[in-house]
């Protein structure tokens, strides 16, 4: 909505300058937030096409994923009118550490389950971090 707003008041002349330039950081919000959304959707629309015995791991794995988007927005709910409640926001990265600690005997089937590779679950910097920064390795494209 404010993003909207600002491009409102940019008028038509001013609408590139405010989108490149003046309001990146909404753009760039907007964008996730979008994104975000359409995760969530696809999310709910593939648990009630799931076995009814993979529901309440998908349940807690859904709620895991919103609960990290709000606790990765904290900061913008604390200085926005968004009405999020100072007692809820405390409890969010509560909820986040609670749902880790209740998924963590399911991690290795979920893994197995979406395909995620050794390789994935281990970036090169975490195999050994000395020998990684001994040279230009232009931020983890090359893979060893």
């Not at 919000?29 to 648990?47: C, G, H, N, P, T």
């Not at 969010?92 to 050794?118: K, M, V, Y």
Request: proline share 3%; with cysteine; hydrophobic share 45%.
């Amino acid at each position: 909505m404010e993003l909207g707003a600002e491009m409102k008041r940019a008028g038509k002349d001013g609408l590139f300058t405010a989108w490149m330039y003046r309001h990146s950081d909404l753009v760039q919000a907007a964008a996730l937030a979008y994104a975000e959304r359409l995760a969530s959707e696809q999310f709910l629309d593939v648990i009630t096409k799931a076995d009814t015995n993979l529901h309440p791991v998908l349940d807690r794995l859904y709620r895991l994923y919103a609960v990290d988007c709000i606790e990765r927005a904290l900061g913008w709910y604390a200085v926005s009118d968004a009405g999020l409640p100072h007692d809820m926001a405390k409890a969010i990265p509560l909820e986040a550490r609670q749902l880790c600690h209740d998924l963590a005997p399911e991690a290795l089937g979920l893994a197995e389950a979406f395909g995620i590779t050794d390789a994935m679950l281990s970036a090169p910097i975490a195999r050994d971090w000395i020998s990684y920064n001994e040279y230009d390795n232009r931020g983890e494209l090359i893979m060893e």
